[in-house]
């Protein structure tokens, strides 16, 4: 079991449970006390655990547990895969430049990039790296940093550093959640900073997200509507959303 696995297991025990203790999990699991120890001091530093001796106990300060890459991959993949499409008709001319963030729905989004389409692209996650290394007329530039296992995109200040650097035509940019209050939101802090610096390196900006987005809310908010310029979504998006967003100016896209 890998470390993001471990930790979400651990998670979601202490939803249930309340509280973890070190030894019983070291047990079960098959690992050692101390790989233990550090999966509750990342809990603990995503607001999910309170370290005590011999354990953890649950803040229940989230009320909903970031998905793992492997559980969002797999969810509503025809939807993620119709508003890609759809997102590739905003790809840039020949020889623009693009920034991809972090997202299933922006791994779709490599899959529609033609083979002989010239283009730039700026990227800090390492699965669309990886695809967009497959891709001949791409020139790939890749932001390093720590590399959260949850998302595997990398983050910190060195990634915001070499964004800052940079200016490309479109960022394509992905969310776990949004709201005309609380804007474009995600679970963790530094993947919001990345986020954030992503936004700031385009001159238009493309959100690609589906509709059951616009039901949630996290805690950190990397965008408002106002830093948008397009949203593509899909059908189920509601006519009060679609008004809150043209009411800042955004294009919506129904794919």
């Known amino acids: 079991m890998y470390a993001p696995e471990r930790q979400q297991l651990l998670a979601e025990r202490l939803q249930v449970d309340g509280r973890l203790v070190v030894v019983d999990l070291a047990r079960e699991l098959d690992v050692s006390s101390e ?31 970031e998905p793992g890459l492997t559980q969002r991959t797999s969810t509503n993949t025809d939807l993620k895969a119709r508003i890609a499409r759809a997102a590739a008709d905003l790809l840039p001319p020949e020889g623009g430049s ?69 200016h490309v035509d479109v960022c394509f940019l992905a969310t776990n959640a949004a709201g005309p209050e609380s804007g474009l939101s995600t679970p963790d802090g530094e993947e919001a900073a990345a986020k954030r610096a992503l936004v700031r390196c385009a001159t238009t900006v493309v959100a690609v997200f589906d509709s059951s987005k616009l039901a949630e809310r996290h805690v950190f908010t990397f965008a408002t509507y106002d830093d948008l310029d397009i949203v593509v979504t899909d059908d189920g998006i509601s006519a009060e959303d679609i008004a809150a967003l043209e009411a800042h100016h955004v294009k919506v896209v129904i794919a």
């Open 98 to 166: 693009i920034a991809l963030d972090a997202g299933t729905t922006i791994s779709h989004l490599v899959d529609e990039i033609p083979l002989d389409h010239p283009l730039t692209a700026i990227t800090h996650a390492i699965p669309i790296a990886a695809k967009l290394t497959a891709i001949p007329s791409v020139n790939l530039h890749i932001l390093g940093g720590r590399v959260r296992g949850v998302t595997a995109a990398a983050v910190g200040q060195s990634m915001i550093d070499a964004v800052n650097e940079m």
């Open 35 to 65: 790989t233990i120890r550090r999966d509750l001091a990342a809990l603990e530093r995503d607001g999910l655990a309170k370290r005590v001796h011999g354990g953890a106990v649950s803040t229940r300060a989230l009320r909903i547990l």
